[in-house]
């Protein structure tokens, strides 16, 4: 088979094919067996009709079509696998040239891995930043657990500042009731800022079985874009107070948050400290791979085909609206919270496909030039390891899946980008 092959813009290939006589007339012979299996024909078989009756009946125009139809897919995958063609899109395919007892000529233009051109990586310098926990920190971890650990006491008297309260309320705009501004028996924190401060500001003094009116001043960048800038009438109603009380910090405190062991508080500040830090390394680790990452991203060049990028920003969306699904929102909905048309929101996942497939295509440039690879082994071992850390969590279809094909050569490419990340950061950090 001849191939002669001529390189396009945005990663595409012109295969110019030519398939010889004697492959066409095989196809030929194939392509009137086909034919004739669709034929009617008093005394004779559908697919064992001679030759000249099914021409007869059918016309040789419905033949050759018939004949071209089962030829070019062989000829195309022979022709890709005889050049180690890395296609990764359905070909746009023309015929040239057709006739029996000729070679016959086609034209096929696919889009293909794309080349990737490197620059000098080992230029990406990247300077660490030392991990410091500072006490302050530690403080306000422990008085975390602490409110965790609070319990909540009926209060006779008017709300303060870090009371719990349970309300009714009801948000107007411009006189009409809005559904997402209306709650019943609604729990909050008074003072925490989960709604706008003007809002709880204006439930401080109030006792269970008060009412009140008043309005509120939403500003003009709130996400909700309907209600951005706009002043709203809020009727409420409270229903409860309560106030928290917080536990000692003592080690008894600390035996308990620690599940009874035997933990003093200055043992639990110093596994606070600890955990800290080991958050922060791992941030910093974080902040350092993506420095490296958006470097070499500068220094490579490549012309990433289009399909790529449609296929990527088909799977970002997936992926979107599966992790939507668990707080019951659709992702037009969530499209509409941030103010965007689906096609603005489009071209903006467009962008971090790009990003995402440069960095894949560039990893594995590295890890081709740097020789590095995963073992079979270490691919086991890692499977083993998330098995046993996610056991309870994993449904058993969960289970399945991570024993599949697919999930074994996702997280070797996992394992490779990791070792590749790590060899760069060495580099970068030396």
Do not use: C
Request: hydrophobic share 35%; no cysteine; net charge negative.
């Amino acid at each position: 088979m001849k191939v002669q092959i001529e390189k396009l813009p945005a990663s595409k290939i012109k295969l110019n094919i030519e398939v010889s006589s004697d492959i066409v007339d095989q196809y030929i012979d194939k392509a009137y067996i086909e034919v004739s299996k669709h034929l009617k024909i008093p005394g004779f078989r559908p697919g064992h009709i001679p030759k000249n009756i099914v021409e007869q009946k059918a016309g040789s125009r419905v033949i050759h079509d018939e004949a071209v139809r089962l030829l070019i897919p062989y000829a195309y995958v022979e022709a890709i696998g005889q050049e180690k063609i890395l296609a990764i899109g359905r070909p746009e395919i023309s015929v040239k040239k057709f006739a029996p007892n000729n070679p016959v000529e086609f034209e096929a233009i696919v889009p293909v891995v794309p080349e990737v051109k490197l620059g000098d990586y080992k230029k990406v310098k990247v300077e660490r930043k030392d991990v410091n926990i500072e006490s302050l920190e530690v403080e306000e971890m422990l008085k975390n657990l602490q409110k965790r650990e609070s319990i909540l006491k009926p209060k006779e008297g008017s709300i303060e500042e870090g009371d719990w309260a349970e309300i009714d309320f009801d948000g107007h705009k411009k006189g009409i009731l809005l559904e997402k501004l209306k709650s019943r028996n609604h729990p909050l924190i008074v003072g925490e800022k989960v709604f706008m401060p003007e809002f709880e500001q204006n439930l401080i003094g109030l006792k269970a079985g008060d009412e009140k009116e008043f309005d509120v001043q939403f500003p003009p960048e709130h996400f909700e874009k309907d209600i951005a800038g706009e002043n709203i009438h809020f009727k409420i109603k409270i229903h409860m107070v309560q106030e928290i009380k917080l536990p000692e910090l003592d080690d008894e405190f600390a035996k308990r948050i620690s599940g009874g062991a035997e933990k003093d508080l200055e043992g639990l500040k110093k596994d606070i400290e600890n955990a800290l830090f080991k958050q922060k390394t791992h941030e910093e680790r974080n902040r350092v791979e993506q420095e490296v990452i958006k470097q070499l991203n500068n220094y490579a060049e490549i012309d990433i085909p289009h399909i790529l990028i449609d296929d990527e920003v088909k799977q970002m969306k997936k992926d979107l609206e599966s992790r939507l699904s668990t707080q019951g929102l659709k992702i037009s909905r969530y499209i509409e919270y941030l103010g965007k048309t689906e096609e603005q929101f489009d071209q903006e996942l467009k962008e971090g496909a790009k990003e995402r497939i440069k960095t894949g295509l560039v990893l594995n440039k590295i890890a081709e030039v740097e020789n590095i690879d995963v073992s079979d082994q270490e691919t086991d071992e890692e499977i083993k390891k998330t098995r046993s850390e996610s056991e309870e969590k994993l449904s058993e279809e969960a289970k399945k899946k991570l024993q599949s094909e697919e999930m074994r050569r996702y997280i070797k490419t996992v394992l490779k980008n990791r070792k590749t990340l790590d060899k760069l950061i060495d580099y970068a950090t030396a």
